[in-house]
């Protein structure tokens, strides 16, 4: 069956045919590509079509798909029973697993772990425990931050819903929507000036340590330790929210890549998700004992979830973090080093503009003569280019992200076949780029 016919069969019982958004190739065009399996950096579709994957389940798979042991170690858990509702051992060691990983000159920021299912839970619970920790209901984010899709936190959010074209979502109660500013990002006049106008109401500001979710556009030098600062002055709280950058940038996420050498800040509150669920579904909320102490049973923060520290997740996660050591980080610094700078020397041999903004081993191209910073400066790009690009890699066999305000992920696996790959495709992906014609406005 062929990924038109079957796209088709989805829809008749999934609303658009998919169960997250972006998947449905809305803004580059055509039926989304079905995947039967995965393994190193390739995936197969349902007719055994092997591509190179820059997807990379957006972000968990560092090692690569179905790495031996990640798989064992699952394949083990499963046999012992999918789910107890109770603690395990397990969950405690990967409480302290994260815990020791996060840590610079003796500073270890993240004092208690409250594992969940979903990123979105995670940044939702982390709202909750600011405001209950300081009695306040406004919360700031930036345009072009994606935070999950809880209610509060949808306002400009990037990735998915810039994709969509979507200002927010339909089903947000406007009282809700208030209690949340949404200021230009990489502005620390306009943070000031919230708190000025919003002076004893803002509980927290929520930020992605490095945004990835309107393309990769990273934070000025000293942004996120000013943010810190700032919110500390006014009695609030700074969560960051690392469910994309966390232990993928890095054994210690954005913030042990900002902090090495040096302790620039230390945040309230961090969620983790993707690469600490190793592939399943599992995320955390992290952060200062004082804080997280206010969860229930001990405080009167409320969160509960029936598959929350789940032992199979728990087992891929990990097993994950136990084998990203300092040598897969570097192959994978690497790999997207390579791959960023071959996309730029192709689509400067066709004399398309465009910038390749990173954040470590994150990257994206920005179709424009000057680097985004913020999420006015992304929009105004030429996403056009994007969909001819990305189709010309597609029928060369490499699978991009399908959507030009998404990152590129690489993995451990990515070997030089895997990138020589890549780099083949790429001229011809460059030469469609610039023949593509703007929409008529």
């Known amino acids: 069956m062929t990924d038109g016919a079957l796209f088709a069969r989805a829809k008749q019982s999934i609303p658009g ?20 399996s995965a393994r190193g950096p390739f995936v197969y579709d349902t007719d055994g079509t092997e591509y190179v994957d820059l997807v990379c389940s957006w972000g968990p798979m560092i090692l690569g798909h179905a790495h031996p042991e990640v798989v064992d170690a699952v394949q083990t858990a499963a046999s012992r029973g999918l789910s107890f509702g109770a603690p395990t051992l397990a969950e405690v060691e990967l409480a302290e697993l994260v815990r020791d990983r996060v840590s610079a000159d003796g500073a270890r920021p993240l004092e208690r772990i409250r594992l969940v299912s979903t990123g979105t839970e995670a940044t939702m619970t982390a709202i ?128 042990g890549y900002e902090n090495a050498g040096a302790l620039a800040y230390q945040p309230d509150i961090v969620t983790y998700g993707k690469v600490i669920g190793g592939g399943m579904p599992l995320a955390a909320i992290a952060g200062r004992a ?60 066709e004399g398309v503009a465009h910038v390749v903004q990173n954040a470590g081993s994150l990257f994206s191209i920005v179709f424009a ?35 030009v305000f998404e990152a590129w992920f690489l993995s451990a696996s990515h070997d030089d076949d895997a990138i020589g790959r890549i780099e083949a495709a790429l001229p011809a992906a460059a030469r469609a780029a610039a023949a593509a014609v703007a929409p008529v406005a």
């Open 17 to 36: 045919g998919v169960n997250s958004p972006v998947r449905a190739f809305r803004s580059v065009g055509g039926d989304p590509v079905f995947i039967a």
């Open 369 to 403: 003569d000057e680097a985004a910073t913020d999420y006015d400066a992304v929009r105004a790009q030429e996403s056009w280019r994007y969909p001819p690009f990305f189709h010309s890699m597609l029928d060369q066999g490499v699978s991009l992200p399908p959507s």
């Open 128 to 255: 909750r425990l600011a405001r209950g920790y300081t009695g306040r209901d406004v919360i700031i984010k930036f345009a072009g931050h994606y935070h999950g899709h809880s209610d509060g936190l949808l306002a400009e959010a990037g990735s998915g819903l810039a994709t969509l074209a979507i200002p927010g979502s339909a089903g947000v109660p406007a009282d809700v929507a208030a209690h949340t500013l949404v200021i230009p990002y990489n502005d620390l006049d306009a943070v000031e000036a919230a708190f000025a106008a919003h002076a004893g109401r803002i509980a927290a500001v929520i930020v992605e340590a490095a945004s990835a979710n309107m393309g990769v556009v990273p934070p000025t030098p000293g942004f996120n330790a000013a943010l810190s600062r700032i919110a500390h002055e006014h009695g609030a709280l700074l969560i960051v929210d690392e469910v994309l950058t966390g232990f993928r940038v890095g054994p210690a996420g954005w913030w």
């Open 290 to 349: 004082d804080v997280l102490d206010l969860l229930a049973p001990l405080g009167p923060v409320y969160q509960a979830g029936t598959l929350s520290g789940n032992p199979v997740a728990v087992a891929a996660g990990l097993t994950t973090l136990r084998l990203a050591d300092a040598d897969v980080y570097r192959r994978v610094d690497s790999a997207a080093q390579r791959v960023a700078q071959a996309a730029s020397r192709a689509l400067a041999a």
